[in-house]
Nanobody, 115 residues
Framework: QVQLVESGGVLVQAGGSLRLSCAAS????????MNWYRQAPGKQRELVAT???????NYADSVKGRFTISRDNAKSTVYLQMNALKPDDTAVYYC?????????WGQGTQVTVSS
């Protein structure tokens, strides 16, 4: 199983930007499909963005044009650049790795967007 550690969550004003990072422990990170999920209070966890091993990306409609997922295989790290943040983006953000059939999760990082 891949160990994942997220960082970068803070309190930010609406309209601001933030970059989340997720560092993976495993050298097989490059074989992983990487996802960012988020969970707001009282809501189900939702998929925000995905990046494949080859670098293809996909986004939830609610974040398209504002968020960008990227990966650095040399650093075994995946990023989520978040721009034009809205109060509705407030949530705990989780990193997820799908590696050779095994699913791994980070502990989450809190993002709070004030209006």
């Amino acid at each position: 199983q891949v160990q994942l550690v997220e960082s970068g969550g803070v309190l930010v004003q609406a309209g601001g930007s933030l970059r989340l990072s997720c560092a993976a422990s495993s050298s097989i990170f490059r074989l992983s499909l990487m996802n960012w999920y988020r969970q707001a209070p009282g809501k189900q966890r939702e998929l925000v963005a995905t990046i494949t091993r080859g670098g293809s990306t996909n986004y939830a409609d609610s974040v398209k044009g504002r968020f960008t997922i990227s990966r650095d295989n040399a650093k075994s790290t995946v990023y989520l650049q978040m721009n034009a943040l809205k109060p509705d983006d407030t949530a705990v953000y989780y990193c997820n790795a799908e590696t050779l059939g095994v699913n791994s999760w980070g502990q989450g990082t809190q993002v709070t967007v004030s209006s």
